[in-house]
């Protein structure tokens, strides 16, 4: 994690925002703990329903609905939204089950996380990862997601981008 610090003021100098709703915070939590953290990190939003992902980030509705907003393009979605939403350089986003879930036949915790990155011209480089957390309770899960999360995000920016992406 202090990795991230570095890697975010470059060169090239980027902003950094986050969308959550698995991680419930723990994402932004995290970046916040960084020494210096205000010099990149613009902030962040903790979107739990549908409704919410919908206002503030611009996920597509009808396929969030049909996943229960958690799949990879709910997670890169959150992500470019979060982008949108503090005009930041780069997103990071998670989205899954903290609990397994009978109604959506989960039967253990899992997340998706979602990177963006903004381009010239205002397209976006994006990329997602799943992370397992099977029989870790929720807290744990939760915090499992967020590192995952990040360590993802730093991966990324150590690597060249365009290549990694999809």
């Not at 010099?39 to 996943?67: C, I, M, N, P």
């Not at 899960?141 to 690597?159: I, M, V």
Request: aromatic content about 6%; glycine content about 10%; hydrophobic content about 45%.
């Amino acid at each position: 994690m202090d990795d991230l610090k570095s890697l975010m003021l470059g060169p090239p100098r980027l902003t950094l925002a986050a969308a959550e709703s698995m991680t419930s915070g723990r994402v932004q939590a995290r970046i916040g703990a960084i020494p210096g953290a205000s010099e990149f990190f613009l902030g962040g939003v903790t979107a739990y329903s549908l409704d919410q992902k919908v206002r503030h980030l611009g996920v597509e509705r009808a396929a969030a609905a049909a996943a229960n907003s958690v799949s990879s393009g709910v997670a890169e979605q959150m992500a470019k939204g979060a982008c949108g939403l503090f005009e930041s350089d780069v997103g990071v986003a998670t989205t899954g089950y903290a609990e397994p879930s009978a109604e959506w036949k989960v039967d253990a915790p899992f997340a998706w996380w979602g990177l963006a990155r903004r381009l010239p011209g205002g397209e976006f480089s994006v990329l997602s990862g799943r992370v397992d957390c099977p029989g870790l309770p929720r807290v744990e899960a939760q915090e499992r997601a967020a590192a995952a999360a990040l360590d993802a995000l730093c991966a990324w920016l150590r690597g060249p981008a365009a290549a990694r992406s999809s």
